[in-house]
């Protein structure tokens, strides 16, 4: 028995040496707390929409803003801290979802114990009072499709890449950038969907594969953030420069050499660190009772007439006008 | 058996510690009976697969089962389409709950038992065959749903599974609690129980002491397919939806789960109740951390450490190496593999 208590007295001294870190991290909290989450953390994406959260915590002194998210791409992970901060009690979430419908119970759940609840990049959310997207997703994959028709001559063989079949807004964009090139009886769509796993590498070796089936392959129209690096470089790669045109989401500083070398034909997006300040300022107008009506300014750029509609549930929809289509001419204006 | 009974004494003593820490930094709400219930419901869906994991273990030969969590997404995908095709969710509620319960439980099983035949009839490494099954099944999860979430909505039975209290203790838990209790008995007080560990120990030996090695095999196999099935009827029951990729991590943290546990990775050892409690301790060290608003990826890092930590005390007789005063006499003569059967 004396062992065995030495045993138990070692393992909780290591324990707890390794727990103190943790300690002390949180305070009492009086002022409304905004808990961002986000589909996972310490990408350049969500980094870059954590200095939004931060700008505004920063702005706003009487809210606690702050942002988290999991460590893997996995929507059980990202339940789980949702489901933590529910039962921490904080008054309002803004959550990016990695996937809507595995959230759907604990948002409801959250909202009848009070907590309002902010979504984003989900517009069939229906337990959420209020989801923010920065611009109307339709418009924005036409837009992008409409990007790649012009450089492709508005004729040839192109495909598309989303980051996973279940990622509703990449299926969305895809899906309207075939409408789009429908208008275009020389333009034709082969092996659609390619899933990119938001993996620069993963695209890349699978883009290769797409280039050595189809060698007259004229155009790739993508989706998630990395999918412009993976394609960008197996098209440089095989010195199709100029010849292939790409057409996706990206953010401007990780594609800055591939846009100069003219492997990207032109990148779109929005602008993270606004929709995550957006997300916010919606909270903290519900939390302050406040109604978001058509037009509104929530005083974020690319946000300042939003158009409100009714979402997917009883919650609003609030559309900005934040895409910003960059080539390499223009992506130095927006250089993040 | 001491060193045994010092990995539960020491699982114990982590949970209370994690717990008055949680106490300590959150002043107070950390213990909330709502926190508390709110953990207890996360906990059901992978404590169940981490057991399967620990029964794949005990059976020795490298025995593994990396097919639970697809096998409990499929459940649940093809469960809620095979019942969703003749009844209605909302019509007829608690028929529709317990067909999909029973589907799923059903899929789980038959999918442990493929595992199961491969491995004993064919004589698969089960690391390969379960990583093979788990591609399969989570492909066949792809091609049912079109990569798409599925719908199960929220039935009243179901929704209660997934949502409601019973004397303020989630019915999940309970249902996690119970199913837990079984096993463990089983592998006590069942002829099956003494089987597994005697083969997990010396497969040789086994054999030829007659034992039904492939039957002992094919049921392991099967109990572990069924517990990843009622994990699909847990998780649907939660999230009101399920989907082919739910939890890919759950994959390596029921393995952790089950490891510092101190299940046999070789085989021939394995307690239900230290799964468990070492469950419940990744449990609340993830809910601490979130609670402290720590990165997760600090979370990663502190699993890792108590991982080694446990390997450290269990194998290494860590409590000699820090107090040499003390050290009891350890027999240096080896020890011939006896059954150890106190679960």
């Given at each position: 028995?004396?062992?065995?208590?030495?045993?138990?007295?070692?393992?909780?001294?290591?324990?707890?040496?390794?727990?103190?870190?943790?300690?002390?991290?949180?305070?009492?909290?009086?002022?409304?707390?905004?808990?961002?989450?986000?589909?996972?953390?310490?990408?350049?994406?969500?980094?870059?929409?954590?200095?939004?959260?931060?700008?505004?915590?920063?702005?706003?002194?009487?809210?606690?803003a702050s942002q988290s998210g999991p460590a893997t791409a996995d929507s059980a992970q990202q339940?789980?801290?949702?489901?933590?901060?529910?039962?921490?009690?904080?008054?309002?979430?803004?959550?990016?979802?990695?996937?809507?419908?595995?959230?759907?119970?604990?948002?409801?759940?959250?909202?009848?114990?009070?907590?309002?609840?902010?979504?984003?990049?989900?517009?069939?959310?229906?337990?959420?009072?209020?989801?923010?997207?920065?611009?109307?997703?339709?418009?924005?994959?036409?837009?992008?499709?409409?990007?790649?028709?012009?450089?492709?001559?508005?004729?040839?063989?192109?495909?598309?890449?989303?980051?996973?079949?279940?990622?509703?807004?990449?299926?969305?964009?895809?899906?309207?950038?075939?409408?789009?090139?429908?208008?275009?009886?020389?333009?034709?769509?082969?092996?659609?969907?390619?899933?990119?796993?938001?993996?620069?590498?993963?695209?890349?070796?699978?883009?290769?594969?797409?280039?050595?089936?189809?060698?007259?392959?004229?155009?790739?129209?993508?989706?998630?953030?990395?999918?412009?690096?993976?394609?960008?470089?197996?098209?440089?790669?095989?010195?199709?420069?100029?010849?292939?045109?790409?057409?996706g989401t990206g953010l401007p500083n990780p594609s800055a050499d591939l846009l100069e070398s003219g492997a990207?034909?032109?990148?779109?997006?929005?602008?993270?660190?606004?929709?995550?300040?957006?997300?916010?300022?919606?909270?903290?107008?519900?939390?302050?009772?406040?109604?978001?009506?058509?037009?509104?300014?929530?005083?974020?750029?690319?946000?300042?007439?939003?158009?409100?509609?009714?979402?997917?549930?009883?919650?609003?929809?609030?559309?900005g006008n934040g895409m910003v289509l960059a080539d390499k001419a223009t992506y130095k204006e927006h250089l993040f | 058996m001491q060193k045994t009974g010092g990995q539960l004494v020491m699982l114990v003593a982590i949970n209370c510690l994690l717990l008055v820490l949680g106490a300590a930094i959150s002043g107070g709400s950390f213990l909330s009976l709502f926190n508390l219930q709110s953990m207890a419901s996360q906990l059901p869906e992978i404590g169940l697969l981490a057991i399967g994991v620990m029964l794949a273990m005990c059976a020795g030969n490298g025995g593994i089962d990396l097919s639970g969590i697809a096998l409990a997404n499929l459940s649940g995908v093809l469960s809620?389409?095979?019942?969703?095709?003749?009844?209605?969710?909302?019509?007829?509620?608690?028929?529709?709950?317990?067909?999909?319960?029973?589907?799923?439980?059903?899929?789980?099983?038959?999918?442990?038992?493929?595992?199961?035949?491969?491995?004993?009839?064919?004589n698969i490494t089960p690391i390969l065959c379960t990583l093979g099954t788990q591609m399969a099944f989570m492909g066949l999860a792809v091609v049912v749903s079109g990569g798409k979430a599925v719908m199960v909505g929220s039935p009243a039975l179901l929704s209660s599974i997934g949502n409601d209290m019973f004397l303020e203790v989630p019915i999940s838990f309970l249902i996690f609690v119970v199913v837990a209790g079984l096993i463990a008995a089983a592998l006590k007080f069942t002829p099956y129980g003494l089987w597994l560990m005697l083969m997990g120990t010396n497969p040789k030996a086994a054999l030829y002491a007659g034992f039904p090695k492939n039957g002992v095999l094919m049921a392991t196999y099967a109990i572990s397919g069924t517990l990843s099935g009622l994990a699909g009827a847990i998780i649907a029951a939660r999230n009101v939806n399920v989907k082919f990729d739910y939890g890919s991590s759950y994959l390596l943290i029921a393995i952790l789960i089950a490891v510092m546990a101190g299940v046999k990775p070789e085989g021939g050892y394995g307690r239900v109740i230290c799964v468990v409690l070492s469950a419940v301790a990744l449990q609340l060290m993830s809910s601490l951390l979130n609670f402290g608003g720590l990165s997760n990826f600090v979370r990663d890092f502190a699993w890792g450490l108590l991982l080694l930590t446990f390997l450290a005390v269990g194998r290494y007789d860590l409590t000699g190496f820090l107090f040499p005063g003390n050290r009891q006499p350890v027999s240096l003569a080896p020890r011939p593999h006896a059954p150890k059967r106190d679960n």
């Open positions: 028995m004396k062992a065995l208590s030495k045993k138990m007295l070692a393992g909780t001294a290591v324990a707890a040496a390794m727990l103190a870190g943790s300690a002390g991290a949180l305070v009492a909290q009086e002022k409304p707390v905004i808990a961002t989450v986000v589909k996972i953390s310490g990408i350049p994406w969500f980094d870059r929409m954590n200095t939004g959260v931060d700008a505004f915590a920063e702005a706003n002194p009487d809210v606690d339940l789980q801290i949702i489901q933590d901060l529910v039962a921490k009690g904080v008054n309002a979430l803004a959550v990016v979802p990695m996937d809507p419908a595995v959230l759907e119970g604990t948002f409801k759940r959250a909202m009848e114990r009070g907590i309002v609840v902010v979504t984003h990049e989900a517009d069939n959310q229906t337990n959420t009072n209020a989801d923010v997207e920065a611009f109307d997703n339709a418009d924005y994959g036409a837009a992008l499709n409409e990007r790649l028709a012009e450089c492709m001559g508005k004729e040839g063989k192109w495909t598309t890449f989303v980051g996973s079949l279940g990622s509703r807004t990449h299926m969305q964009w895809v899906g309207a950038g075939e409408e789009n090139a429908k208008k275009y009886a020389g333009m034709e769509l082969v092996d659609p969907n390619n899933e990119s796993f938001d993996d620069a590498n993963g695209t890349y070796e699978k883009a290769k594969e797409i280039l050595r089936k189809h060698p007259d392959i004229k155009g790739f129209q993508t989706s998630a953030g990395n999918d412009v690096l993976g394609v960008g470089r197996a098209i440089d790669e095989a010195g199709l420069t100029g010849k292939v045109c790409l057409v990207i034909t032109a990148i779109g997006f929005w602008d993270p660190q606004k929709a995550g300040m957006a997300m916010n300022a919606v909270a903290k107008l519900l939390l302050a009772k406040k109604e978001v009506t058509n037009g509104l300014d929530l005083g974020v750029e690319g946000y300042n007439k939003v158009t409100v509609k009714k979402g997917a549930g009883e919650g609003l929809l609030i559309v | 809620a389409v095979i019942v969703s095709s003749f009844l209605s969710s909302t019509d007829s509620e608690t028929a529709f709950s317990l067909a999909f319960i029973a589907g799923a439980l059903a899929i789980g099983f038959l999918g442990g038992l493929t595992n199961g035949l491969l491995i004993s009839k064919l």
